[in-house]
């Protein structure tokens, strides 16, 4: 704790302001949750679940996030790609040598992060792998998995200071896993059956519902989707890691709060 | 004894209650914080306080969540799907708006060594 009193630890007006516009909204909120509470008759979630059996998926989220709503998904991993193509142009430009403080060098990893992680590592792999083949039968997809596998590889890259992630391979890996996406939503705009962005072409009987082969190109856009999900947060956290030698320590451990 | 949070109108009310607590908790460090990663982290807080007010209020007593297992048959007394994977794409876009801050937030600490927003005075008129 430190020694400074409460009083000047809390900014009094902003807490009060704060206190204000949060009395003010649950007044309102009040007024308003009383109705369409009980009142929902139908909603897009009902009507989507009463014909979800047509997907042949045993999560409900699951099509909705690739099928109903695989558009959105496809706008989404956009908008990841060009966070993470951001935060690449950010560390990996050339303006390192106008930094005005010299370098500290990076400590090495402690003992136990190194034995943690050589024990760790295979396990996260396997359990992103299986969390996002496993998209359309259980909680998980290619985004949790896809995040799983790319901690993965940030531990490695913390407890590894020689471990680089090569950025020829990650772009390589997106960008195939990106263009397959868009393939076969086009795919399935483009033969007759579907006839829609991101149609079922592939056979997908109900009966089949709730094995790991079924619900057709559901499984195979997921797996798709966590690749390339897992290609860029690990190129987010190799971009960031790869510069710690330069980032200075007063960004984490100055306190300039008052 | 806790038979009344079966009640939606009871549930639903606490986890608005919760939600908005969490965001004004949010808002107040977005306010009164002037480390810019502590704001970012804020604007993280006020984000999961959406996100939770979303999945608790698509869900009414007695329903399961939208997924076949467990000896479940049909598509019936499930919580809402849509609320859910619209919470899914917000995490996403969350996760990528705050690296980009952050990134952001560390490149202005590297090229001015200053962290607090209110000595950001480049752009100011003297």
């Known amino acids: 704790m430190t020694a ?20 003010l909204f649950a007044a309102h909120l009040g007024v308003l949750l009383q109705y369409g509470l009980d009142g929902q008759s139908a909603s897009v979630g009902d009507a989507l679940l009463a014909r979800n059996a047509e997907t042949a998926s045993a999560n409900a989220v699951t099509s909705v996030v690739v099928s109903y709503r695989g558009f959105d998904t496809l706008g989404e991993v956009t908008v990841l ?18 930094s005005h403080r010299p370098e500290p060098p990076m400590s090495p990893p402690n003992e136990m992060m190194v034995t943690g992680v050589r024990l760790l590592f295979p ?18 997809g ?6 799983i596998i790319a901690t993965a590889f940030f531990l490695r890259m913390l407890a590894d200071p020689a471990f680089r992630l090569r950025h020829a391979r990650i ?3 997106e960008s195939l896993s990106g263009s397959g996406f868009v393939l076969m939503g086009l795919l399935g705009l483009s033969l007759a059956g579907t006839a829609t962005f991101l149609g079922n072409f592939l056979p997908h009987p109900v009966t089949e519902m709730g094995r790991l082969l079924s ?23 190799g971009d960031m890691l790869e510069r710690r030698g330069q980032q200075s320590p007063g960004l984490l451990g100055d306190e300039s709060d008052t | 004894m806790l038979a009344f949070l079966d009640d939606p109108k009871v549930l639903h009310g606490i986890y608005a209650l919760g939600a908005l607590t969490l965001f004004f908790i949010g808002l107040y460090g977005l306010l009164a914080k002037r480390h810019l990663l ?15 007010l979303f999945i608790g209020l698509a869900t009414s007593p007695g329903e399961t969540a939208p997924i076949l297992s467990d000896g479940l048959t049909a598509f019936t007394d499930m919580a809402d799907p849509v609320p ?32 607090d927003v209110a000595s950001m005075t480049e752009l100011k008129e003297l």
């Open chain 1, 4 to 23: 400074v009193p409460l009083r000047k630890r809390v900014r009094v007006k902003t807490l009060l302001l704060v206190l204000l516009c949060g009395w």
């Open chain 1, 81 to 98: 790609f060009l966070a993470a193509t951001g935060i690449g142009l950010f560390f990996g430009g050339h303006g390192r040598a106008e």
């Open chain 1, 123 to 140: 396990v996260l792999i396997l359990l992103g792998v299986y969390v996002v083949l496993h998209g359309h039968l259980s909680p998980g």
């Open chain 1, 142 to 147: 290619g985004f949790q998995g896809g995040v």
């Open chain 1, 171 to 173: 772009g390589l890996l």
């Open chain 1, 215 to 237: 619900a057709g190109v559901i499984p195979i856009i997921y797996a798709l989707v966590g690749v390339k999900v897992g290609a860029e947060v690990a190129a987010i956290f």
């Open chain 2, 38 to 52: 502590k704001m970012l982290i804020s604007i993280a807080v006020m984000e999961l306080s959406v996100y939770l």
């Open chain 2, 84 to 115: 859910q994977a619209l919470t899914l794409t917000a995490i996403v876009i969350g996760l990528a708006v705050l690296g980009l801050g952050v990134s952001l937030a560390i490149q202005y600490h590297r090229l001015t060594g200053k962290v």
